[in-house]
């Protein structure tokens, strides 16, 4: 199974609103990664966990908060966005590589807009 | 910045021509990845070189890496409709830390 799933597909929120986002991968991945991605940009790495703790954090806003519960799942929590947040979210995972950057394996992506 | 430029942003082509897109990148690397991503969609990954290669196949695609200009190419052969999509380099950075170019869209006109 190379199949790295994401849930919701799309995710409509209010700035007050609480949500979440989950991605979920069964490849025996180590690592698995946030990325956000505006309109005809590129993706830019939020967050990564290797072996379950969070090992990067490209200084995001507070106001997303993620969590790895086991090796298979990612989640993002969402709090208090703004308007600017609406992007398309990714989740990634892949081999831990040693020092090298191994291929990442990308979910179809959550699209989010916050009203 | 760290992100790397891609060239051209945009590129249209009849099918069954070439298609080159480049990549230009600032920082050292441990290997160069391409990747697709169709309208809206997760990124499928294509390809990838190692900072010691100067040139690899994979079907009917054709990357180069030159590390002492900082950039790679991607080739594709007698490019399809299905090649529709837009495509974008990314640079290893350390363990785990991909760096993305800005990304060429590619149109094949039937």
């Known amino acids: 199974d190379t199949e790295v799933t994401q849930t919701p597909k799309h995710l409509v929120m209010g700035m007050t609103n609480k949500k979440s986002l989950k991605c979920e991968q069964h490849?025996?991945?180590?690592?698995m990664y946030w990325y956000k991605q505006k309109a005809k940009k590129p993706p830019e790495l939020m967050f990564v966990?290797?072996?379950?703790?969070?090992?990067i954090n490209e200084s995001v806003p507070s106001r997303f908060s993620p969590e790895c519960p086991n090796s298979s799942l990612l989640n993002l929590h969402l709090h208090a966005l703004q308007p600017e947040d609406s992007a398309l979210y990714l989740c990634?995972?892949?081999?831990?590589?040693?020092?090298?950057?191994?291929?990442?394996?990308f979910g179809p992506g959550t699209r989010l807009t916050v009203l | 910045s760290q992100q790397g430029e891609e060239d051209p942003q945009a590129l249209s082509i009849q099918e069954g021509e070439n298609a080159t897109m480049n990549c230009s990148y600032k920082?050292?690397?441990?290997?160069l990845q391409w990747y697709r991503q169709n309208s809206g969609r997760g990124l499928v990954h294509l390809i990838l070189?190692?900072?010691?290669?100067r040139e690899k196949h994979s079907g009917r695609l054709r990357v180069t890496l030159d590390t002492s200009k900082k950039s790679s190419s991607l080739l594709i052969t007698a490019s399809r409709a299905a090649d529709t999509a837009s495509y974008f380099c990314?640079?290893?950075?350390?363990?785990?830390?991909?760096?993305f170019g800005q990304g060429t869209r590619l149109t094949i006109n039937p």
């Open positions: 990634a995972s892949s081999g831990t590589g040693g020092l090298r950057t191994d291929t990442q394996y």
């Open positions: 490849m025996g991945h180590r690592a």
């Open positions: 966990y290797s072996y379950e703790k969070l090992s």
């Open positions: 920082t050292s690397i441990n290997n």
């Open positions: 070189i190692r900072s010691n290669e």
């Open positions: 990314a640079t290893g950075q350390g363990a785990q830390k991909l760096v």
